[in-house]
C-alpha cells in the first residue's frame, strides 16, 4: 500500500513538472474565432461571401503554419459559427453562446449593419475585441464602444461620393429621389445624402422609404416616374436593390443617373440583363483598384499581406467564382486580426486593442486605420470607397470602376 | 402628391388584386368546404413559384408550362397534405386543424430552406410591355390576369357544372346529410383541400413570373389573402376574387397619396374595420 502511495505521487510529480514545461516551451495553440453566418434568411447571398473570404483567410493561415508570435508562440485559427439566419434576436443569443460556452478568443460580425449593431453591443459589454465586416453603419460606431472594429467605409459616404461623381458627369442634373430600404443602414446612407444634395444645389422631389423584403415596386417606381426626376439614388440590400432596378428599367423610368446601394457590386446583378445597363454602385472594393506596398507608402501605411491577384486567384479556386467586395471584407477582417496580434504579440485583449488603436495598414482591400477618438472609437477613419457601372461589352455586361477618376477604368456615362 | 402615378398605379394594382384573389379563393374554398384555417397557404404559394423555376431554368421550358404543372402538382399535394395531416383530426376542434396545417407549415419551409437555402431567386419572363402615356403594363401581368381569371372561371364551372362539383359544395352546405345521399365526404373534403392547394399554387407560379422571390415568400402572400378572404366574406370564392382586386386597388392608389411603407398599414385598419363593422365580409352570408 505505501509503495503504491509512493508511485503515485511521484507520477503526480512528474505531470506537474511535465506541465510546468509546458508554460514555458512556445508550441502551436489555437486561436479560436467566433461569428455568425446568415445561412438562411435577407442577408444570405452577402454573408455566404463574407464567410468565403473569412475561410480562405483562415484556411491560408492554417496552411502557412499559423500565427507566429515574437515568443515563438504558434497560433493556429480555428472557426466557431452559426447560423443567424438573419434575425438580430438569434445573433444576440448566439454572440453571448459563442463568447460564455464556445470561450472565444476574438469575435469576427455578421454581415449587414442591423445584425452587428445586436452583435457589438453583446461583443462590447464582454470586453470582447470585434472586428467588423460588412458593416457600415455610422450610429454603431458612435457609442463609445472600445472593443469593436469597423473595417468599412462609413455608410455616411457611400452615397455622398455617388452625388460627386454624378455632378461631374452631368452639371445639368438639379432633381433627385432618394428611394431607400427602412433598414438602419440604408436609412443612414440616405439621411446623409439629402443634405449632401441639397448643399449641392439639388432638389430632392422624392424622398420615400420601403419596406424590407419588399418585391413589389410598381408603386414606387409609378411615383418615381410622376415625379421625373433627372437621377434616382438609394436601394439597399442586393435581392431589393436588384428587383428595384428591373422595375425602373421595365417602366422606362428616364433617370440620366441612378445609383443604388449594395447590389450593383455583387457580379450576379447582371443576371437582369439590360437592366443593369448604366446603374452605379458604391463599393467597398474592386479588383481593378490596385493597392501594394507603393500605394501603402503613399499612404504612410503599411502594407500587410497578400496581394490583390494573389487573393482573386485563390478565391477563384477554392469557390469558382470571382470575389466581390463582401468576399474581401471578410477576408481582411481576418488579416487585421492577424496583424493586431502579431503587433501586440500575445491574444491579451488590452495589447490587441492597444496595437489596432496604432494601426495604419494597407491590405488588398485598401486603407485600415480606426478612430481612437472617445466618442467614435474604432471607427473606419481611412478606407475609401470607389464606384462601380455596368456598361455594355460586346454582347454582355461589364462592371467597370468609374470613380475616383485616378483609379478608374472607363469613364462614366449617362443612363439611356 | 402626384397625381400622374394614379392611374398606372390603379391599373397595375387591379391586375396583381386577379392573382392576390386567385391565391385567396384557394384559402377560403379550403375553409368554405372543410372549415380548416390552412395555416400552410404561404408556403404552398411559395411552392408554385419553385415549380415554374424548375421548368424554366432548371428545365429549360416555357415558364408557362411550369405554371400548368404547378396547378396539378398542387392538386396532388393538396390531397396529400389533407390525408398525411388533416384527415384524422377533421371532426376535431378548430385549435386542432390549425396546429395541424401549421405544422405541415414548418415542414415545408424547414424542408425547402434546407434543401433549396433561402436565396433570392428570379425567372426571366420577357413578354414585353404595353404602353400608353404614362401607363406601362408589363405582358406578364396581363398573361397573369388572364390565367387567373381562367382559373377561376374553371374552378366555377366545376363546382356548379359537374357532378363532382356539386357533390363538394354538397358537403360543403351540410356533410351529414350529403353522406346520407351517398356522397363520400372524405373524398369531397380531399378534393376541396386538392382544389384550394392548386389554386394557391398556380397564384404562386404566376407571381414567380412577375417578381423575384424565395421560399419565405409566400409569407407575404399568405397574410395577404388572409385580408382578403375576411374581406370578401369567409368561404366565398367570388368573394375572394373581389376582396383581391379591392386589396390591389388600395395598395396601387394609397401608394400615390402615403409613404408605400404606410400601405400594410391601411390594409390591415381594413381587415381590423371589415372584422368589427361587417364581419361576414363583404359577399359573406349572413350565417
Same mark, same amino acid.
Given at each position: 500500500m505505501r509503495g503504491m502511495r509512493i508511485t503515485a505521487a511521484v507520477a503526480a510529480a512528474v505531470l506537474v513538472l511535465a506541465a510546468c514545461g509546458s508554460g514555458t516551451t512556445s508550441g502551436p495553440k489555437t486561436l479560436k474565432i467566433g461569428f455568425t453566418a446568415s445561412q438562411t434568411g435577407a442577408q444570405e447571398l452577402t454573408s455566404k461571401r463574407q464567410v468565403e473570404g473569412i475561410k480562405l483567410w483562415a484556411d491560408q493561415v492554417a496552411k502557412a503554419g499559423g500565427i507566429k508570435l515574437k515568443d515563438g508562440t504558434v497560433l493556429t485559427p480555428q472557426l466557431v459559427s452559426y447560423d443567424d439566419e438573419s434575425k438580430t434576436d438569434r445573433v444576440q443569443a448566439l454572440y453571448t453562446k459563442l463568447i460564455n460556452d464556445d470561450k472565444v478568443d476574438f469575435l469576427l460580425s455578421p454581415y449587414s449593419s442591423g445584425l452587428i449593431k445586436a452583435a457589438a453591443v453583446v461583443g462590447e459589454q464582454n470586453g470582447k475585441i470585434m472586428v467588423t465586416a460588412g458593416g457600415a453603419d455610422d450610429a454603431t460606431m458612435e457609442q463609445g464602444f472600445t472593443s469593436i472594429y469597423q473595417l468599412y467605409t462609413p455608410g455616411s459616404k457611400?452615397?455622398?461620393?455617388?452625388?460627386?461623381?454624378?455632378?461631374?458627369?452631368?452639371?445639368?442634373? /438639379?432633381?433627385?429621389?432618394?428611394?431607400?430600404? /427602412?433598414?438602419?443602414? &440604408?436609412?443612414?446612407?440616405?439621411?446623409?445624402?439629402?443634405?449632401?444634395?441639397? &448643399? /449641392?444645389?439639388?432638389?430632392?422631389?422624392?424622398?420615400?422609404?420601403?419596406? &424590407?423584403?419588399?418585391?413589389?415596386?410598381?408603386p414606387l417606381v409609378n411615383k418615381i416616374a410622376a415625379a421625373a426626376p433627372d437621377a434616382i439614388l438609394g436601394g439597399g440590400h442586393f435581392q431589393d436593390g436588384q428587383t428595384f432596378a428591373k422595375a425602373v428599367f421595365d417602366k422606362q423610368v428616364a433617370a440620366r443617373f441612378v445609383a443604388l446601394l449594395v447590389a450593383p457590386p455583387e457580379p450576379t446583378f447582371s443576371a437582369i440583363g439590360a437592366a443593369a445597363l448604366g446603374i452605379v454602385g458604391p463599393s467597398q472594393w474592386e479588383q481593378s483598384v490596385k493597392y501594394d506596398a507603393t500605394t501603402a507608402a503613399a499612404a504612410g501605411a503599411t502594407w500587410y499581406g497578400p496581394a490583390v491577384a494573389d487573393f482573386v486567384t485563390a478565391y477563384q479556386t477554392a469557390y469558382g467564382a470571382a470575389p466581390s467586395y463582401h468576399s474581401v471584407g471578410g477576408y481582411a477582417a481576418g488579416l487585421v486580426l492577424e496583424k493586431a496580434i502579431e503587433d501586440a504579440g500575445s491574444i491579451d485583449a488590452a495589447a490587441v486593442r492597444k496595437a489596432l488603436d496604432a494601426l495604419n495598414l494597407m491590405t488588398l482591400f485598401g486603407q485600415t486605420q480606426f478612430s481612437t477618438d472617445t466618442k467614435t472609437h474604432g471607427k473606419q477613419t481611412a478606407h475609401q470607397m470607389v464606384y462601380v457601372q455596368w456598361q455594355a461589352a460586346g454582347d454582355g455586361l461589364a462592371s467597370q470602376v468609374v470613380w475616383p477618376v485616378a483609379v478608374r477604368t472607363a469613364p462614366i456615362l449617362p443612363r439611356q | 402628391m402626384n397625381l400622374g402615378a394614379l392611374l398606372p398605379s390603379a391599373i397595375d394594382g387591379l391586375l396583381l388584386g386577379c392573382v392576390y384573389g386567385l391565391a385567396a379563393m384557394g384559402l377560403t374554398l379550403i375553409f368554405g368546404v372543410t372549415r380548416?384555417?390552412?395555416?400552410?397557404?404561404?408556403?404552398?404559394?411559395?411552392?408554385?413559384?419553385?415549380?415554374?423555376?424548375?421548368?424554366?431554368?432548371? %428545365?429549360?421550358?416555357?415558364?408557362?408550362?411550369?405554371?400548368?404543372?404547378?396547378?396539378?402538382?398542387?392538386?396532388?399535394?393538396?390531397?396529400?397534405?389533407?390525408?398525411?395531416?388533416? =384527415?384524422?383530426?377533421?371532426?376535431?376542434?378548430?385549435?386542432?386543424?390549425? @396546429?395541424?396545417?401549421?405544422?405541415?407549415?414548418?415542414?415545408?419551409?424547414?424542408? $425547402?430552406?434546407?434543401?433549396?437555402?433561402?436565396?433570392?431567386? %428570379?425567372? =426571366?419572363? =420577357?413578354?414585353? %410591355?404595353?404602353?400608353? !402615356?404614362?401607363?406601362?403594363?408589363?405582358?406578364?401581368?396581363?398573361?397573369?390576369?388572364?390565367?387567373?381569371?381562367?382559373? $377561376?372561371?374553371?374552378?366555377?364551372?366545376?363546382?356548379?357544372?359537374?357532378?363532382?362539383?356539386?357533390?363538394?359544395?354538397?358537403?360543403?352546405? =351540410?356533410?351529414?346529410?350529403?353522406?346520407?345521399?351517398?356522397?363520400? #365526404?372524405?373524398?369531397? @373534403? %380531399? @378534393?376541396?383541400?386538392?382544389?384550394?392547394?392548386?389554386?394557391?399554387?398556380?397564384?404562386?407560379?404566376?407571381?414567380?413570373?412577375?417578381? #423575384?422571390?424565395?421560399?419565405?415568400?409566400?409569407?407575404?402572400?399568405?397574410?395577404? #389573402?388572409?385580408?382578403?378572404?375576411?374581406?370578401?366574406? @369567409?368561404?366565398?370564392?367570388?368573394?375572394?376574387?373581389? !376582396?383581391?382586386?379591392?386589396?390591389?386597388?388600395?395598395?396601387?392608389?394609397?401608394?400615390?397619396?402615403?409613404?408605400? #411603407?404606410?400601405?400594410?398599414?391601411?390594409?390591415?385598419?381594413?381587415?381590423?374595420?371589415?372584422?368589427?363593422?361587417?364581419p361576414r365580409g363583404l359577399l359573406g352570408s349572413r350565417q
Open positions: 457611400y452615397l455622398t461620393g455617388a452625388i460627386d461623381l454624378m455632378l461631374a458627369m452631368d452639371p445639368t442634373v /438639379k432633381t433627385i429621389a432618394i428611394v431607400n430600404e /427602412k433598414d438602419a443602414f &440604408s436609412t443612414g446612407v440616405a439621411a446623409a445624402a439629402k443634405p449632401y444634395a441639397e &448643399s /449641392k444645389g439639388l432638389t430632392v422631389v422624392l424622398n420615400e422609404g420601403y419596406d &424590407s423584403g419588399t418585391t413589389d415596386f410598381a | 380548416v384555417v390552412n395555416l400552410a397557404h404561404g408556403p404552398v404559394i411559395a411552392m408554385g413559384m419553385f415549380v415554374v423555376l424548375a421548368v424554366a431554368s432548371g %428545365a429549360g421550358l416555357n415558364p408557362y408550362i411550369g405554371v400548368l404543372l404547378a396547378a396539378v402538382v398542387g392538386l396532388a399535394a393538396g390531397v396529400v397534405i389533407y390525408v398525411v395531416a388533416v =384527415d384524422r383530426v377533421i371532426n376535431a376542434p378548430e385549435l386542432t386543424t390549425l @396546429l395541424a396545417t401549421f405544422a405541415v407549415n414548418l415542414i415545408i419551409i424547414g424542408t $425547402a430552406t434546407t434543401l433549396l437555402t433561402t436565396s433570392p431567386r %428570379a425567372v =426571366d419572363v =420577357d413578354l414585353g %410591355a404595353l404602353r400608353a !402615356g404614362n401607363v406601362t403594363v408589363m405582358g406578364t401581368h396581363v398573361v397573369a390576369v388572364v390565367i387567373a381569371v381562367a382559373a $377561376a372561371g374553371a374552378l366555377y364551372a366545376f363546382l356548379f357544372r359537374t357532378r363532382l362539383g356539386k357533390s363538394v359544395r354538397a358537403v360543403a352546405a =351540410d356533410r351529414a346529410a350529403a353522406e346520407l345521399m351517398g356522397i363520400n #365526404s372524405r373524398r369531397m @373534403l %380531399a @378534393l376541396a383541400f386538392g382544389l384550394g392547394t392548386a389554386l394557391a399554387m398556380t397564384a404562386g407560379a404566376l407571381l414567380a413570373t412577375m417578381f #423575384s422571390f424565395n421560399v419565405l415568400s409566400g409569407g407575404t402572400y399568405e397574410t395577404k #389573402s388572409f385580408v382578403i378572404v375576411v374581406l370578401g366574406g @369567409l368561404g366565398n370564392p367570388t368573394g375572394a376574387l373581389i !376582396g383581391g382586386l379591392v386589396i390591389g386597388l388600395l395598395e396601387g392608389v394609397t401608394a400615390v397619396v402615403i409613404p408605400v #411603407s404606410w400601405v400594410p398599414v391601411i390594409e390591415y385598419a381594413v381587415f381590423v374595420l371589415i372584422l368589427l363593422v361587417r
